[in-house]
């Protein structure tokens, strides 16, 4: 049986709708999927329940609704995730809790939605290396969608102890708690950096915010274990157990997990850009990234 942690069952709204079959006599003049998207991960490393996978293995995705793009204009929502998951469960209803949605699949939602929003073709803004001619170009953005994902290397990731370890691709409310852990980095060196707060303070603050970050590591590490396997052919999966693990472990293990989580995301396809400069003609590539802020700042 696979754990699953206590957010990622249904809560009450969502069981009150699953509950209320009354047709909206509106329903006809309510948003329609707009494309069809099939996840990277193709539903596996989602908990039981959070994941409604059609038997096409593509899930219907409507175009933000007027109150998703009210919430995503919102600064403080999207440091919480907050307005991103409700958006994300707005448009695909499939997905029934987006905090489990595993971070291969991110970029790969977020471009449907886009796309099911505002269309294929989004503005993007690049300057030239060869003669500096900063432009407006435009990009289809299905280029994006359907690039094969290789996740063999999770499984059987490595060996620590004779303890086999197989990894996962962290939830994206485990991806969601990095951002606020950058957050806490950057509130230590502000700290550190302020000389108006005297040594006791700015110890006693140390203390607090360095338990934090370590609490952060401790559980982003555990939530990129899918399960351990012993020698003795045992198989643990439970979370608790695994973070047990976790903690007590020596470096080297907190080290080769590192590694191997950077190797299976550099195996990743990576996301580019072609550009052939309006000025000079010169033709470079550039790394395409999704950010959340400006990827729907592009839309208004
Ligand atoms: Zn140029």
């Not at 190797?263 to 033709?283: G, L, N, R, W, Y």
């Amino acid at each position: 049986m696979v754990d699953v942690p206590e957010n990622f069952s249904m809560n009450p709204e969502q069981l009150a709708q699953m509950q209320n079959q009354q047709p909206n006599p509106l329903s006809k003049y309510l948003r329609q999927p707009q494309i069809y998207v099939k996840l990277p991960s193709a539903g596996k490393y989602w908990y039981p329940g959070t994941l409604e996978m059609p038997v096409s293995g593509e899930l219907p995705v409507l175009p933000m609704s007027t109150r998703d793009e009210i919430m995503l204009n919102t600064p403080d929502a999207l440091l919480n995730g907050e307005a991103v998951v409700t958006m994300i469960q707005s448009c695909i209803p499939n997905i029934r809790n987006a905090w489990a949605l595993p971070s291969v699949d991110l970029d790969t939602v977020l471009i449907a939605i886009r796309i099911a929003s505002y269309g294929e073709k989004m503005e993007y803004t690049s300057t030239c290396p060869e003669c500096e001619n900063s432009d407006n170009y435009e990009i289809d953005l299905r280029q994006f969608l359907d690039m094969p994902v290789n996740l063999s290397g999770y499984e059987n990731a490595f060996e620590y102890k004779g303890v086999n370890v197989s990894l996962k691709p962290l939830d994206y409310n485990s991806v969601n708690q990095q951002n606020l852990e950058q957050f806490e980095q950057q509130r230590l060196i502000t700290m550190v950096n302020d000389t108006t707060i005297d040594e006791a303070t700015k110890q006693a603050r140390f203390q607090e915010i360095f338990k934090i970050l370590t609490e952060y590591t401790v559980k982003n590490v555990t939530g990129s274990i899918e399960k351990l396997t012993t020698p003795e052919g045992v198989t643990v999966m439970d979370q608790n157990h695994i973070q047990e693990f976790v903690e007590n472990s020596e470096r080297i293990f907190f080290k080769t997990l590192k590694d191997k989580l950077t190797e299976i995301k550099d195996s990743f396809p990576a996301k580019t850009v072609h550009t052939t400069c309006d000025s000079c003609q010169h033709e470079y590539t550039t790394p395409f990234t999704f950010d959340q802020a400006n990827f729907f700042e592009f839309a208004s």
